[in-house]
């Protein structure tokens, strides 16, 4: 069935091209720059392709062994667009290549008979700039999505953290402004959209990124422990993502400092599982998680493990107790929503997007701030109370359930129809 006889009253573009310009969706997630975005441009193009659109989505090389074309399903080709030199270029570098990038963008297009993409969709500022240009080269509507926004990291910086730059600040508005439509993850974000930079409110939709339910499931958590070299009576403390201030995987081992202070006998069992990669700031400590462990005295109950492939996190996420997500800006917490779907609770800070991801006291705890002592107080007394981790259990399916990519496709689909339709009538108006 295709979506034209789900919704015949929509318009669906013939081909679309996604930009994703400092990060592959090829890419593993979990460390460098890639994360939650990669997973939400490769699942929602596959979903698209699905769905009858054909999709090319656009990065930068970053080795000089990429095909410079990859078909990774059908209907969807990666390009690797030359720009820079392939190793070693900071994602903060990255501005002083984007007009080579544009080049490489302008001239793929080129090569295609006239009016070949019917609408951009760009993701992250940087890709924001280059569609800016190419939807005027071309004479298509641009569709933009953020995942995160500098005025809203600056506002909270973690410790040791960089703002971001004013160069970035303007570049994202600069975007907005020229975007036909925006995409917002969560009505946080549009919020902030609308209050921050000043985006027309109808100019912005919500659509909300999706999870794997057919990959992320619940299943036994003592076999998915086995598999993983885990004791089947292990109190499991998770953290999935990139390793930077950020992502505050600090708050999560100092938490567990101040659990084993209170209970010492807890050493035992407790086991802090830190899963992913060095990214951003982390860079320029690669070891100071691993310093931090021992520095607090728990080197012997955290076990650091490099980003795994999709369904050996799924079985991280089953061999969970909970995971934990105290992040100091989300724009939507793709973590929190994969382990849920795979059935186990999440406690998260109560910032951004994990206010959506998260149903609090239904499917996790949502905390205010980053106090350890705060993480600590609420993550003992879960493990000592049986029964409200269970009523959490038994909410974490339900609540991701809402949260499928195809829905995410139905999303897109209607903000491109109204991107479309908003591109013909500008049109119309300046041609009057």
Same mark, same amino acid.
């Given at each position: 069935m295709t979506?034209?006889q789900?919704r015949?009253? &929509?318009?669906?573009?013939?081909?679309v091209?996604?930009?994703?310009?400092h990060?592959s969706?090829?890419?593993q997630?979990?460390?460098?720059?890639? %994360?939650?975005?990669?997973?939400?441009?490769?699942?929602?193009?596959? $979903?698209?392709?699905?769905m009858?659109?054909?999709?090319?989505?656009f990065?930068?090389?970053?080795?000089?062994g990429?095909?410079?074309?990859?078909?990774?399903?059908p %209907?969807?080709?990666?390009?690797?667009?030359?720009a820079?030199?392939?190793e070693?270029?900071?994602k903060?570098?990255?501005?002083?290549?984007?007009?080579?990038v544009t080049?490489?963008v302008?001239?793929?297009e080129?090569?295609?008979?006239?009016?070949?993409?019917?609408?951009?969709h760009?993701?992250?500022?940087?890709?924001? $700039?280059?569609?800016?240009?190419?939807s005027?080269?071309?004479?298509?509507p641009?569709v933009?999505?953020?995942?995160?926004?500098?005025?809203?990291?600056?506002?909270?910086?973690?410790?040791?953290?960089s703002?971001?730059? #004013? %160069?970035?600040?303007? %570049?994202?508005?600069?975007?907005?402004?020229?975007?036909?439509?925006?995409?917002?993850?969560?009505?946080?974000?549009?919020?902030?959209?609308?209050?921050?930079?000043?985006?027309?409110?109808?100019?912005?939709?919500?659509?909300?990124?999706g999870?794997? #339910?057919?990959?992320?499931?619940?299943?036994?958590?003592?076999?998915?422990?086995h598999?993983?070299?885990i004791?089947?009576?292990?109190?499991?403390?998770?953290?999935?993502?990139?390793?930077?201030?950020?992502?505050?995987p600090?708050?999560?081992? &100092?938490?567990?400092?101040d659990?084993l202070?209170?209970?010492?006998?807890?050493r035992?069992r407790?086991l802090v599982v830190?899963a992913?990669g060095?990214?951003?700031s982390?860079?320029?400590?690669p070891?100071?998680?691993?310093? #931090?462990?021992?520095?607090?005295?728990?080197?012997?109950c955290v076990?650091f493990?490099?980003?795994s492939? &999709?369904?050996?996190l799924?079985?991280?996420?089953?061999?969970?107790?909970?995971?934990v997500?105290?992040?100091?800006?989300?724009?939507?917490g793709?973590?929190?929503?994969?382990?849920?779907a795979?059935?186990?609770?999440?406690v998260?800070?109560?910032?951004?997007g994990?206010?959506?991801?998260?149903?609090?006291?239904?499917?996790?705890?949502l905390?205010?701030?980053?106090?350890?002592a705060?993480?600590?107080?609420v993550m003992?007394?879960?493990? $000592?109370?049986?029964q409200?981790?269970?009523?959490?259990?038994?909410?974490?399916?339900?609540?991701?359930?809402?949260?499928?990519?195809?829905?995410t496709?139905?999303?897109?689909?209607?903000?491109?129809?109204?991107?479309?339709?908003?591109h013909? #009538?500008?049109?119309?108006r300046?041609?009057?």
């Open positions: 979506v034209r789900l015949p009253m &929509r318009t669906v573009p013939r081909r091209a996604l930009l994703s310009i990060t969706p090829l890419d997630p979990g460390t460098g720059d890639a %994360g939650g975005m990669n997973v939400y441009v490769l699942e929602s193009a596959r $979903q698209l392709a699905r009858g659109v054909e999709v090319e989505i990065t930068r090389a970053t080795s000089s990429l095909e410079p074309t990859i078909e990774v399903a %209907g969807i080709l990666v390009r690797h667009v030359t820079g030199p392939f070693g270029l900071r903060e570098d990255l501005p002083g290549q984007l007009c080579a080049s490489g302008l001239r793929a080129a090569s295609r008979p006239e009016g070949w993409f019917d609408l951009i760009s993701h992250y500022w940087l890709s924001g $700039q280059v569609g800016w240009l190419a005027e080269r071309w004479g298509v641009l933009h999505s953020m995942h995160t926004m500098a005025k809203v990291k600056n506002s909270d910086l973690a410790d040791g953290d703002p971001e730059p #004013l %160069g970035r600040v303007i %570049g994202e508005q600069q975007v907005v402004d020229a975007a036909t439509r925006l995409i917002a993850n969560t009505d946080d974000e549009a919020a902030q959209l609308i209050g921050l930079y000043d985006a027309d409110p109808a100019h912005v939709d919500v659509v909300h990124p999870v794997d #339910l057919g990959l992320f499931t619940p299943g036994d958590p003592g076999a998915a422990r598999r993983l070299g004791r089947a009576d292990a109190h499991v403390l998770l953290f999935v993502g990139r390793i930077q201030p950020l992502k505050a600090d708050v999560l081992l &100092r938490a567990a400092a659990m202070r209170a209970d010492p006998a807890l035992d407790l830190i992913g060095p990214s951003g982390g860079l320029e400590r070891s100071a998680l691993v310093d #931090l462990a021992a520095a607090l005295g728990i080197a012997d076990r493990e490099p980003p492939d &999709r369904r050996t799924a079985d991280w996420y089953r061999a969970a107790d909970l995971t997500v105290p992040s100091y800006s989300e724009s939507f793709l973590v929190a929503i994969e382990s849920q795979c059935g186990t609770p999440v998260a800070a109560a910032v951004g994990l206010r959506t991801a998260v149903a609090d006291q239904r499917s996790g705890v905390i205010d701030g980053h106090d350890p705060r993480y600590a107080t003992a007394e879960l493990m $000592q109370h049986p409200a981790m269970a009523r959490l259990r038994a909410g974490t399916r339900a609540h991701a359930a809402r949260f499928g990519w195809e829905a496709a139905e999303g897109l689909l209607d903000t491109y129809a109204r991107a479309m339709r908003d013909e #009538l500008q049109i119309a300046v041609a009057q």
